[in-house]
């Protein structure tokens, strides 16, 4: 029986997961058409539906891009553990700067081959009006830290829109988690405001992804980042 149980949690917390990443990134594809776009006072949107963007209907932007090399940045750092290799920071700079890496002119079939699956997905070596700081903060191999951060005045939503998969490291404490989430946003974003956000994003991800109600997940957050 709890064989059985503990495959069921396991199903169970996969479609969380996919939930999560879709979910971001079917949002991302909704709002891409509404980005920079400041409506009318008091007017609400008569129906909600995919827009053309880039070029085609329904396509994402850079934080879905972004979103998904976090990912696999943290991946990489659970596999990294279980060799005797622990800097979860690290790896997550490593697979941002793999993301970099796809906003130039070339495509998958001139990376190398230790960039990872993600970095043979052609559909992901596309520009997508990614916020300069990012650009900015990754264009060089130095990882920012919360004693010396990248763009210490950037606090654009482009450290939270990438935060929501801390969230999904469900074994660990909602503490730990933030804190994981705010070192690694300053590797672009150094103003609190900025990753502060993120830490905040993260814990409330991590709340729902254990099952927390909303409201719980948010006091969470509100009191982590006290």
Same mark, same amino acid.
């Given at each position: 029986m709890s064989t059985l149980w503990g495959r069921a949690e396991q199903l169970d917390? /996969?479609?969380?997961?996919?939930?999560?990443?879709?979910?971001?990134?079917?949002? =991302? @594809?909704l709002g891409a058409g509404a980005s920079g776009k400041v409506p009318e006072p008091g007017s609400l949107p008569e129906e909600v539906d995919?827009?053309?963007?880039?070029? /085609? /209907?329904? %396509?994402? *932007?850079?934080a879905t891009q972004l979103t998904l090399f976090t990912t696999d940045g943290l991946i990489r750092a659970q596999i990294r553990r279980d060799r005797g290799h622990w800097h979860p920071p690290t790896d997550v700079h490593r697979a941002c700067l793999r993301w970099y890496a796809t906003q130039?002119?070339?495509?998958p079939d001139e990376r190398r081959a230790d960039n990872g699956w993600l970095g043979l997905e052609e559909w992901l070596y596309a520009r997508r009006d990614p916020a300069l700081p990012l650009l900015l903060g990754l264009g060089d191999d130095v990882?920012? *830290?919360?004693?010396?951060?990248?763009?210490?005045? %950037?606090?654009d939503a482009g450290a939270v829109l990438r935060s929501a998969p801390f969230g999904l490291l469900v074994g660990w404490e909602p503490e730990l988690v933030g804190l994981l989430a705010a070192e690694c946003a300053v590797h672009t974003?150094? =103003?609190?405001? @900025?990753?502060?956000?993120?830490?905040?994003? @993260?814990?409330?991800?991590?709340?729902?992804?254990?099952?927390?109600?909303l409201e719980a997940a948010a006091g969470c957050a509100a009191a982590v980042s006290a």
């Open positions: 917390f /996969r479609s969380r997961v996919r939930g999560c990443l879709l979910g971001g990134g079917i949002g =991302d @594809a995919l827009v053309p963007v880039y070029g /085609r /209907r329904g %396509a994402v *932007t850079w130039h002119e070339w495509g990882m920012g *830290t919360r004693a010396a951060p990248k763009n210490p005045r %950037a606090r974003h150094g =103003d609190p405001a @900025a990753w502060l956000s993120a830490l905040a994003y @993260a814990v409330i991800v991590h709340g729902l992804a254990r099952r927390a109600p």
